[in-house]
C-alpha cells in the first residue's frame, strides 16, 4: 500500500472514529434540546436526597416512640395523667420533624430495584404490629423511659449529618426527650 493510501485509510478511519463519536455525544442529551445538569445541581440533589432521608429517619423515630406511648397508655390507663401530656409532647415532636417534607423523589434506578421513595414509605408505614408493654405500671413506664432515652440518642446521633435548622430542631427534641425519660423514671412517684 502507498504512503497516499495509508493516509486515506487513516483519515477514513479518523473521520469514522469522530463520527461514531459525535453520535455518542448527541445522544446523551446535548443535541436534543435537553439540558445535562450541571454538577452543582447534582450535588444538590443529592444533599437534597439525604436531607429527605434524615427527616424521614426523625419522624420514623419519634412515630416509634407514639406507638409506645399509645401501647403503654391501652394497657395501662390509671398512667393517663402522667402520659398524655409527654405523649402530646411526642406527637408534636413527630409533626415538626416532618414540617419540610419527609419524602425521597425519584432517583435513577434499575427496573428491578425499588424507588428509594417505596423503600422510605414501607419504612414509615408498615403494617402496624402490636407493641408488647410490661403488666407492671412501674415497668411499664421504665421502658417508656428507655424507649425515649433510645429515640433521644438516635436524635443526637443524626445531628451530625442535619443542616443547621434541623440540627437544632434536632437537639430541642432530643432534650425533651431526655427530660421525659427523667420524668417517668425519677422524676415522679408512679
Known amino acids: 500500500m502507498t504512503t497516499t493510501g495509508r493516509r486515506a485509510l487513516l483519515r477514513a478511519g479518523a473521520a469514522a472514529g469522530a463520527t461514531a463519536l459525535v453520535g455518542c455525544t448527541s445522544s446523551s442529551g446535548e443535541g436534543d434540546g435537553t439540558r445535562r445538569p450541571s454538577a452543582a445541581e447534582l450535588e444538590a440533589e443529592r444533599v437534597a436526597r439525604a436531607e ?4 424521614l429517619r426523625s419522624v420514623s423515630t419519634a412515630r416509634t416512640l407514639l406507638e ?5 397508655l391501652a394497657a395501662h390507663p390509671a398512667l393517663a395523667t402522667r402520659l398524655t401530656p409527654l405523649r402530646r409532647s411526642v406527637a408534636a415532636h413527630a409533626k415538626a420533624l416532618g414540617e419540610g417534607g419527609t419524602t425521597v423523589g425519584p432517583a435513577t434506578t434499575s427496573p428491578s430495584s425499588p424507588s428509594p421513595s417505596a423503600s422510605a414509605s414501607a419504612s414509615v408505614s408498615p403494617r402496624p404490629v402490636p407493641v408488647p408493654v410490661a403488666a407492671d405500671p412501674r415497668a411499664a413506664l421504665k421502658e417508656l423511659a428507655a424507649a425515649e432515652r433510645t429515640a433521644s440518642d438516635r436524635h ?23 427530660a421525659h425519660a427523667y420524668l417517668l423514671t425519677e422524676g415522679a412517684p408512679a
Open 52 to 55: 429527605a432521608a434524615l427527616r
Open 68 to 72: 409506645r406511648y399509645d401501647a403503654a
Open 156 to 178: 443526637t446521633d443524626a445531628l451530625l449529618t442535619a443542616p443547621p435548622e434541623y440540627a437544632r430542631l434536632l437537639a430541642s427534641v432530643a432534650a425533651a426527650g431526655a
